[in-house]
């Protein structure tokens, strides 16, 4: 059986991630998929309380602290992640190291000092980029709760996202209607598996 596919949502914030996601894991599984969502940061954990106590402005930590405790938090899932990929488990995740990077170089730390702590972890097959200008996301419910809620990070995580894109990502315009977005995803999603079923490639490419 092949490996499943390491799916993966970035976006700045607002743009509609959750939403996609969610629906594209139903769908998948709808359609005889094994698929499974996750997301990062994943505030269930201990680790991810201490990243929900900072996002929400209760407690205050370093930058490099909490740049650190992202990562941790994506590593302590690694290896049940890829017992899922072995498995046969497509992943689709909302969020990932590219915005561990993002945020933190946004912040102006040294972007290749991000990368570091995620060197090693599964990289992704696909990733699709929501992508929304921070003026539209501004007004969307709920934008401007928590730490990083604010145009001119948002513009700057946007810039960052743009500079880690290679051929594995798609850029999808996140203003459109939510079925349409959803539709566009589902189609690629479905492609990039139908390749993979045809000629399966291992789990290779590590986060460098
Ligand atoms: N975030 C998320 C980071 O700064 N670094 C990371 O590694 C990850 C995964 O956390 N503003 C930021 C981006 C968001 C915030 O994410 C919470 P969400 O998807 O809104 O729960
Ligand atoms: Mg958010």
Request: some cysteine.
């Given at each position: 059986m092949a490996r499943g596919l390491l799916i993966v949502f970035e976006g700045c914030d607002r743009s509609g991630k959750t939403t996609q996601s969610t629906r594209l894991v139903q769908a998948l599984n709808g359609a005889g998929v094994a698929a499974k969502l996750l997301k990062?940061?994943?505030?269930?954990t201990a680790i991810g309380t201490m990243i929900d106590g900072y996002l929400q402005q209760k407690t205050r930590l370093s930058d490099q602290a909490i740049h650190l405790l992202f990562s941790a938090n994506r590593w302590e899932a690694m290896d049940q992640m890829r017992a899922d990929l072995e498995s046969g488990t497509t992943l689709v995740v909302d969020r990932y190291a590219f915005s561990g990077v993002a945020f933190s170089a946004a912040k102006k730390m040294d972007p290749r000092w991000c990368r570091?702590?995620?060197?090693g972890l599964a990289m992704p097959d696909r990733v699709f980029f929501l992508d929304i200008h921070p003026d539209d996301a501004a007004k969307?419910?709920?934008?401007?709760?928590?730490?990083?809620?604010r145009r001119e990070m948002q513009i700057e995580v946007r810039a960052q996202f743009s500079s880690m894109m290679d051929k594995s990502w798609s850029v999808v315009d996140?203003?459109?209607d939510a079925d349409e977005i959803h539709g566009q995803i589902l189609a690629l999603a479905n492609e990039a598996l139908e390749r993979h079923r045809a000629d399966p490639a291992p789990i290779g490419r590590l986060w460098t």
């Amino acid at each position: 059986m092949a490996r499943g596919l390491l799916i993966v949502f970035e976006g700045c914030d607002r743009s509609g991630k959750t939403t996609q996601s969610t629906r594209l894991v139903q769908a998948l599984n709808g359609a005889g998929v094994a698929a499974k969502l996750l997301k990062f940061p994943d505030r269930t954990t201990a680790i991810g309380t201490m990243i929900d106590g900072y996002l929400q402005q209760k407690t205050r930590l370093s930058d490099q602290a909490i740049h650190l405790l992202f990562s941790a938090n994506r590593w302590e899932a690694m290896d049940q992640m890829r017992a899922d990929l072995e498995s046969g488990t497509t992943l689709v995740v909302d969020r990932y190291a590219f915005s561990g990077v993002a945020f933190s170089a946004a912040k102006k730390m040294d972007p290749r000092w991000c990368r570091a702590p995620d060197v090693g972890l599964a990289m992704p097959d696909r990733v699709f980029f929501l992508d929304i200008h921070p003026d539209d996301a501004a007004k969307r419910a709920g934008f401007g709760g928590e730490i990083y809620e604010r145009r001119e990070m948002q513009i700057e995580v946007r810039a960052q996202f743009s500079s880690m894109m290679d051929k594995s990502w798609s850029v999808v315009d996140a203003l459109q209607d939510a079925d349409e977005i959803h539709g566009q995803i589902l189609a690629l999603a479905n492609e990039a598996l139908e390749r993979h079923r045809a000629d399966p490639a291992p789990i290779g490419r590590l986060w460098t």
